[in-house]
């Protein structure tokens, strides 16, 4: 560890501890000398001045919180005596000129993706099989019982084999701290078998609790979100059983598939439950028409494409008070060389852009998207409030622990993935990406509603800060997770791809590690590495419902 403490911003009135730091210690910083008074954990922060009761604390240089009672130099700040603030925001004059960084690197490289008609690009292949409503959740087990083992999309099922050893074990006569204490074999999960059509990933299962009940706007939103997989270019086609009463219609998801893809001609299978009858119809229906549909999609091969083709969803979850120093600028750098390249990013999670408002409006292009990104996130925020809530209750107790101790704080390092970029288009959920550049897309900070969110608007690649860890991925996009710190990394390495605990540590800048990570992008895209999520089959997936989700 080549240093102890860090200053985010010149204008910040605290600091961050990278290791334990007892109280009592003389810390020094930039010549600066500051005794503390309290313990400070790592990843905490302490103040550098004293700041009187009602004073702004200030880090990343905005507002982020506001003394409970005085908190003295070499403070620990905690919720017992700060609590959360964070600057009003106007829409005005953009200011969006910003520094490119250098891409030459990267200017004629490709990856190895599949192309779609409409000019998309898929960093996978897969074949969906989709329920209308949560009626048809059953049926949609049975097919998947039917056809993931036989086409050899299974997976080793490795608990499985240690429990029965250990089942053996007891019928033995095994006596329980046998049962508790014994080595078993057993490998992380593994393919099980040849597939029968190698072009294609995998069929994945998108089933939800959906499509009736609630009111109209939420199906409808829901057949936007369906629609957003089935166009999806990392999606061949789609099986789609419909019990045909529910209120997410066909006919909508259909209107839905036409607003993200005037031009659609995917292989697509939709089923009408009541219309067929028996269930036993229904299902041999649905294999025969999954099956040719699998035909059609194994014809299609991988081929280059330019960088420019990919979109990514920058995500967080499990974040830690390193996620705002290390991992979110290390990717936000490298959202910067895609958007050079000519690529999109997609930065969501709305309650976690508290703050931070008036940066990104002023990044706008132009008024009408300031304008339209000031009114989702005030609406938003008057939704929480009204429901009792607020984007001030945001920071989950992980977070809290971790020196994460208000919303805007969460929120400020949250912000770091979006980079420097100009923002070229805001969306609203579950709009789709049509603008090269950085987008803005609103959706709760949530981790699975959000990566849902960002994948149904056309992510094809996602990368996903943690610092405490999380397993979470995607049904059809590689979920790339990357760990805040090195402890971490360690510690959770079955589920953890990427360490950017280096840049804590004094050992990568924010740039060598943004640039590591675009190079790895390039090879998951191209379908050379297989991802932790992917290999576990972390198959998340949860619509958002527009009620308030923090």
Same mark, same amino acid.
């Given at each position: ?49 004293? !700041? ?108 499985? !084999? ?157 974040? #830690?008070?390193?996620?705002? !120093? ?170 953890? #791809? ?18 590591? !990570? ?33």
């Amino acid at each position: 560890m080549k240093q102890r403490i860090i200053k985010v911003h010149p204008a910040d009135n605290v600091l961050v501890a990278l290791v334990d730091l007892p109280a009592g210690e003389a810390v020094e910083y930039k010549g600066d000398s500051y005794t503390l008074t309290d313990f400070i954990p790592a990843k905490h922060k302490f103040a550098i001045a004293d !700041i009187a009761e009602g004073g702004e604390i200030i880090m990343y240089g905005v507002l982020v919180g506001k003394a409970k009672s005085p908190i003295p130099v070499g403070g620990l700040l905690s919720t017992g005596n700060v609590v959360h603030a964070a600057s009003s925001f106007l829409t005005g004059s953009s200011h969006t000129d910003w520094h490119k960084p250098d891409v030459s690197k990267w200017q004629s490289q490709t990856f190895n993706g599949y192309h779609r008609e409409d000019g998309s690009v898929g960093t996978a292949n897969y074949w969906l099989v989709i329920p209308m409503v949560f009626c048809e959740n059953r049926n949609i087990e049975v097919l998947q019982e039917a056809l993931v083992k036989p086409l050899g999309y299974g997976r080793k099922k490795t608990y499985e !084999i240690k429990a029965q050893q250990l089942i053996g074990m007891i019928k033995a006569g095994g006596e329980i701290n046998e049962v508790l204490y014994t080595e078993i074999d057993g490998d992380t999960a593994q393919s099980t078998g040849n597939k029968l059509f190698p072009n294609v990933d995998g069929i994945k299962f998108l089933s939800h609790t959906g499509g009736c009940g609630g009111t109209r706007q939420d199906s409808t939103t829901l057949c936007g979100l369906l629609a957003g997989y089935i166009t999806h270019p990392n999606v061949a086609g789609a099986t789609v059983l419909s019990l045909g009463c529910q209120n997410a219609e066909v006919r909508t998801l259909q209107e839905e598939i036409s607003k993200r893809s005037p031009e659609f001609n995917k292989p697509l299978y939709i089923l009408d439950q009541q219309k067929t009858g028996k269930e036993a119809d229904l299902m041999e229906l649905a294999i025969r028409q999954t099956l040719a549909g699998l035909m059609q999609a194994n014809k299609i091969t991988r081929k280059p494409a330019p960088l420019s083709k990919l979109v990514i969803g920058l995500e967080c979850g499990g974040s #830690d008070g390193f996620s705002g !120093i290390s991992a979110n600028p290390a990717i936000g750098y490298t959202s910067d060389l895609l958007v050079t390249l000519g690529g999109s990013v997609i930065l969501s999670e709305f309650p976690e852009l508290c703050g931070v408002e008036q940066n990104l409006i002023d990044r706008c292009l132009d008024k009408d998207k300031a304008e339209r990104f000031a009114s989702l996130v005030s609406s938003y925020s008057q939704r929480a409030e009204e429901a009792g809530s607020g984007f001030y209750m945001n920071p989950s107790p992980g977070n809290i622990k971790d020196g994460l101790i208000t919303d805007a704080i969460k929120s400020a390092g949250a912000a770091k993935k979006g980079g420097t970029s100009p923002v070229a288009d805001v969306l609203d959920y579950p709009e789709k990406v049509t603008k090269p550049g950085l987008n803005l897309l609103c959706t709760p900070g949530n981790d699975v509603e959000s990566t849902t969110a960002e994948v149904g608007s056309g992510a094809n690649v996602v990368l996903f800060t943690t610092g405490l860890g999380t397993p979470t991925g995607n049904p059809i996009v590689p979920v790339v997770k990357i760990a805040t710190n090195t402890t971490l990394f360690n510690k959770m390495s079955d589920i953890i #791809d990427i360490n950017t605990g280096t840049i804590v540590e004094g050992d990568e800048t924010i740039e060598q590690a943004g640039e590591r !990570i675009l190079d790895y992008v390039i090879k998951v895209a191209s379908g050379e590495i297989e991802v932790s999520a992917v290999r576990h089959g972390q198959d998340d997936f949860i619509p958002w419902k527009r009620g308030v989700s923090l």
